[in-house]
């Protein structure tokens, strides 16, 4: 009677851990074959802007097909908000508005469709600390509003500080050191954010400045090939920064 006893068990063992099992790799392949909805916000680098050539050439365009090889099941859709010029505070160029209100519109339009983004990719603050000459401290609220605005709808949020201009400002301007104090507020509205919420959605942040683009610590040559005009992307710039967001999504949609 014993020994019938423990066969059962362990039986019952096994069959829960083949289970356990399958039902990691059905949600593996459900992840896999499943809609992937990103929304791009920001500036002129979020538009893709290459002044030199008078063209845009965003890095939407390699995120997406970076995801596309990453994800073959996956149906993916980004939709790009980027805004020539525009900021927290800085009105755009060619539109006649701050990032704010368009960040609103396109996350609660699409939960009220009900296709909530999984993603909200958010990059600027650099019109507002060069051209407008704000405050880290300033920039901050904007950011944080748009995060939460995200992070309510469910979507998860790609934080990405605004990069260095040596093109624009040298290493030791007073701006550059606004920018840097935003990197680090950035991290630390993601953390806080992230220790609010036991679970998804959360905030990522990807910060290029301090490694792959750093431009500032580049020689001439080495910098022309990331920068248009020293503030800019060029084309090998944008499809980089792409690649790297795909593999940040890649990396979240994996755990």
């Excluded at 469910?154 to 935003?182: Q, T």
């Excluded at 950035?186 to 959360?202: D, I």
């Excluded at 990807?206 to 490694?211: D, K």
Aim: with cysteine; hydrophobic share 40%.
């Amino acid at each position: 009677m014993v020994n019938t006893t423990a066969a059962a068990y362990t039986a019952a063992v096994l069959l829960a851990l083949l289970c356990s099992s399958w039902a990691a790799d059905a949600a593996r392949l459900l992840r896999q074959d499943t809609d992937i909805r990103i929304l791009a916000i920001g500036d002129s680098i979020t538009e893709g802007s290459v002044p030199s050539k008078n063209t845009n050439h965003p890095y939407t365009i390699q995120l997406e097909q970076q995801l596309r090889k990453m994800r073959p099941n996956a149906r993916i859709t980004i939709d790009n908000e980027g805004v020539g010029g525009a900021g927290i505070f800085a009105v755009g160029f060619h539109k006649q508005t701050t990032i704010p209100p368009v960040a609103e519109r396109a996350i609660q339009r699409a939960k009220r469709h009900g296709t909530p983004y999984d993603y909200v990719i958010v990059m600027l603050g650099i019109n507002d600390l060069l051209r407008m000459g704000k405050s880290a401290e300033e920039v901050k609220g904007g950011l944080q509003q748009i995060y939460g605005w995200a992070l309510d709808a469910g979507s998860n949020v790609i934080a990405i500080p605004p990069f260095g201009a040596p093109g624009f400002v040298s290493k030791d301007d007073y701006k550059e050191g606004e920018r840097k104090k935003l990197a680090d507020m950035v991290r630390g509205m993601a953390a806080g954010e992230n220790s609010r919420r036991a679970s998804s959605p959360k905030v990522a942040v990807l910060n290029l400045q301090a490694t792959t683009m750093d431009f500032y610590n580049m020689d001439d040559a080495e910098r022309s090939r990331w920068l248009d005009d020293g503030l800019h992307l060029t084309e090998f710039g944008y499809d980089v920064l792409g690649r790297a967001i795909a593999r940040a999504i890649d990396r979240n949609l994996a755990e």
